[in-house]
């Protein structure tokens, strides 16, 4: 987007030193036209306060009614370090400087739900449970089990 098709307003700023950073509410008007990307927004408060695009975290826009107007948050970190350090996860993940976890949802609920049944610190070192693979054979008939050893060493004992 063009320099003059968007005009960026910050209020509410705010310099919180205990996080490093530079804290505001973002006001971008843009009249007829669609809302500005975020990525343009980054570089424009960068020119503006003087400091990298890679610094800058923004979220949390919404467009108001009728178009036009769009109000978020800006969060100015002083240095690339500190943002690694304070920002939440999926911010920096969104941002590209981590890897997004790789793993489906079944096993974030199984590893939920192992959590459940330890205390403090060792909920921590719960891992993905380890499945057994167990091939058998009963009369000419082949029958594939994928177990967690729990479950195998549990229905080993009871024959």
């Not at 919180?16 to 006001?27: E, F, G, P, T, Y």
């Not at 790789?102 to 590893?111: A, I, L, P, T, V």
Request: glycine share 8%.
């Amino acid at each position: 987007m063009n320099e003059g098709a968007a005009t960026i307003r910050t209020r509410k700023f705010m310099s919180n030193r205990l996080l490093s950073r530079k804290q505001m509410v973002v006001d971008v008007l843009h009249p007829g036209k669609a809302t500005v990307a975020k990525t343009d927004i980054r570089e424009r408060l960068a020119k503006m306060y003087k400091t990298t695009p890679d610094t800058i975290f923004c979220f949390g826009f919404r467009t108001k009614f009728g178009g036009g107007k769009t109000s978020g948050f800006a969060l100015i970190y002083d240095s690339l370090d500190q943002a690694k350090k304070f920002e939440p996860k999926y911010r920096l993940v969104r941002h590209g400087l981590l890897e997004k976890p790789k793993g489906g949802r079944k096993n974030r609920k199984e590893r939920k739900n192992r959590q459940k049944k330890v205390r403090g610190t060792k909920k921590a070192k719960v891992g993905t449970g380890k499945k057994v693979r167990i091939i058998f054979t009963l009369s000419q008939t082949c029958f594939l089990l994928d177990w967690s050893i729990k479950d195998f060493a549990s229905c080993c004992f009871q024959i």
